[in-house]
């Protein structure tokens, strides 16, 4: 309720109910959904949206949680909306490779691996080079254990 104070120079007066927290975690869960987070919603309502709207109530929790505003938050930053979504896409994607690439070391030791990892990490490697290399290691290595599998099946014949 900091935000409203610090706009209207009052304190919240109105009870908060336990319906208002249903509304705020609902909100908070919508903004998390589009890689926003609350501090950055209400920055937005109290900076930005509020204060150009002559004819708007009083700001309460019932308006700044509300579907409207949400919807209106949206709409204004669709770009930026867009532009998160594909960080956070890349961002798992990489956690993906680089999950792979430290199982894959620790299971064959190969030093190849580091060095991967060092060349990704100095830049000399992107993310796709990177992914190329790893799915490259891990079907040889598969192909290695499929290969012992069959001759060690192949020793035990009577």
């Avoid at 509304?23 to 987070?37: A, V």
């Avoid at 950055?40 to 109530?57: A, G, I, M, R, V």
């Avoid at 990177?130 to 040889?140: P, R």
Wanted: hydrophobic share 30%.
């Amino acid at each position: 309720m900091g935000k409203f104070m610090g706009y209207t120079g009052q304190k919240y007066t109105i009870k908060i109910e336990p319906y208002h927290i249903v509304l705020i975690q609902g909100l908070m869960k919508e903004l998390e959904s589009i890689y926003y987070d609350f501090g950055e919603y209400l920055d937005w309502f109290f900076d930005d949206y509020y204060p150009k709207q002559k004819n708007l109530s009083a700001p309460n929790i019932n308006l700044i949680c509300s579907e409207n505003m949400l919807l209106v938050f949206k709409c204004e930053h669709t770009s930026e909306i867009e532009k998160r979504k594909e960080l956070a896409l890349r961002e798992r994607e990489e956690d993906d490779v680089l999950n792979k690439l430290e199982m894959l070391y620790r299971k064959s030791k190969d030093e190849r691996l580091l060095t991967l990892s060092s060349n990704y990490d100095h830049g000399d490697l992107n993310i796709m080079e990177l992914k190329e290399e790893v799915d490259a290691f891990e079907k040889k290595l598969l192909k290695k254990n499929n290969n012992k599998k069959s001759k060690k099946k192949g020793v035990k014949k009577k």
